[in-house]
């Protein structure tokens, strides 16, 4: 009897493996395709940055850096020529008014002081004398008019008695005696009226010469006053209180007349100046609050000046200083300072990124879900401050922004970050 064999063969499981294997695979594979299809460029992670879009108020500020400066500053400068003797103070010393500075030495305006000295003394001597003088001869000449007058008044009670017993016929006065005493008469009263003329010119002459002389010695006076305070200046002395903001002279030193000696700033007068980007200093206008911080305390202030000229990209802007000066407050002491521009209320915003401006559009690169996808997308900005800016559109709330510099993938749709 024949026995009949089953010949079934067993499923190959191995087989059913493998292809379950390659169908992963390959789906995989297309999901993977799918993902980072267009991706072109790869960014290192740790070398980017990213930051989130928010929602809320916007307070736009500009930053800038400076140094407190004195508000208002005295030029010190020099009245007299001379050299250097002695430096009694030096850049940061605080005077008062009147303190000596420096000292100086000048032995030809000394010398020029002595001889003015005798010139005055000399010419008001003089003057003495001669106005002395003068008011002898004038004396002399008063005295001659006064005889000449009691010469002609006596002539003349002659002439009038002679007249009045000629006139009546009598016989006592001769006609030729009458004209005589007459004609003696009119002498002495032409020689009354010439001494009363010599002492009206003479009082003019006297007038002439002493104002001639009070001009020589007020000219001499003037010099030796003017030589007097350039002496008195040899000494260089404060003429506020406060701080010395230079001293560049040394013992030995030549100095000229109108050099600037050293400029003494009041410490309770200082104004913040700060640098601001050109491409921010537009916004600013003058009222404007501002927060200063000295490093070691903050202060409130408000703009007051902004400088027209444009140096190395910065634009200088001056601060007033509202509150009570801190404790450190100094010339010269380095600071930074926040300019509050404006407040939008209810709006989203981002850490700026490096190229973006206020009221442009740009492209930024916006992460997916996962972070490792990033693709571009423009956006519309608003208002912007140092280290924020307003989002218009293109971008919604919680969106991860990359804000690196992307020069290096700008020109790629989708970038791979890694």
């Keep these: 009897m024949d026995i009949v064999k089953n010949t079934t063969k067993k499923p190959d499981r191995k087989k059913y493996w493998l292809l379950g294997l ?11 395709t799918s993902r980072f299809q267009n991706v072109t460029y790869v ?8 930051n989130s ?3 809320g108020d916007l307070q736009v500020t500009v930053d800038g850096y400076g140094k407190l400066t004195p508000g208002d500053i005295a030029v010190i400068g020099a009245a007299s020529d001379g050299l250097v003797r002695e430096v009694r103070v030096r850049a940061g010393d605080t005077v008062q008014v009147g303190d000596v500075l420096l000292t ?7 010398q020029e002081q002595q001889e003015l000295k005798l010139e005055v003394s000399a010419l008001t001597a003089d003057h003495s004398v001669n106005k002395i003088t003068r008011e002898s001869e004038l004396l002399d000449l ?7 007058e009691i ?8 002439l009038d008695a002679q007249e009045e017993l000629f006139s009546a016929g009598k016989p006592i006065v001769s006609r030729i005696e009458y004209e005589r005493t007459m004609l003696t008469a009119q002498k002495y009263h032409q020689r009354w009226e010439m001494q009363q003329d010599r002492i009206s010119k003479y009082r003019e002459v006297m007038e002439a010469a002493d104002n001639a002389e009070n001009a020589r010695l007020g000219q001499a006076i003037g010099n030796l006053e003017r030589v007097n ?18 001293m560049s002279f040394s013992p030995g030193q030549q100095i000229r007349q109108g050099d600037v000696v050293t400029r003494i700033a009041r410490p309770d007068d200082l104004v913040a100046e700060i640098k601001i980007q050109e491409l921010q200093v537009n916004n600013i206008r003058p009222g404007m609050p501002a927060i200063i911080n000295t490093r070691n305390s903050q202060t409130k202030g408000h703009v007051t000046r902004i400088d027209p000229a444009v140096i190395d990209g910065t634009v200088l802007v001056e601060l007033e200083i509202l509150d009570r000066l801190p404790r450190e407050a100094r010339p010269d002491l380095n600071i930074d300072a926040v300019i509050e521009v404006a407040h939008v209320p209810d709006t989203m915003f981002i850490r700026r990124p490096v190229f973006a401006e206020s009221f442009t559009s740009g492209p930024l690169y916006v992460l997916n879900d996962q972070g490792d996808i990033a693709n571009r997308r423009v956006v519309q900005f608003g208002q912007a401050s140092s280290s924020l800016i307003e989002i218009v559109e293109g971008l919604e709330v919680g969106d991860r922004v990359i804000t690196s510099d992307p020069t290096d993938w700008l020109s790629h749709e989708k970038i791979l970050v890694r």
């Design 22 to 32: 390659v169908g992963l695979i390959v789906a995989l594979v297309i999901v993977f």
């Design 43 to 50: 960014a290192n992670a740790s070398s980017i940055l990213i």
């Design 53 to 55: 879009v928010q929602r």
């Design 104 to 110: 100086m030495e000048n032995y030809q305006l000394v």
């Design 142 to 148: 008063t005295t001659e008019a006064a005889n000449a």
């Design 151 to 158: 010469d002609y008044r006596d002539v003349k009670l002659t």
């Design 229 to 246: 305070t350039q002496v008195k200046h040899l000494s260089i002395k404060a003429s506020v209180s406060g701080i010395t903001q230079e």
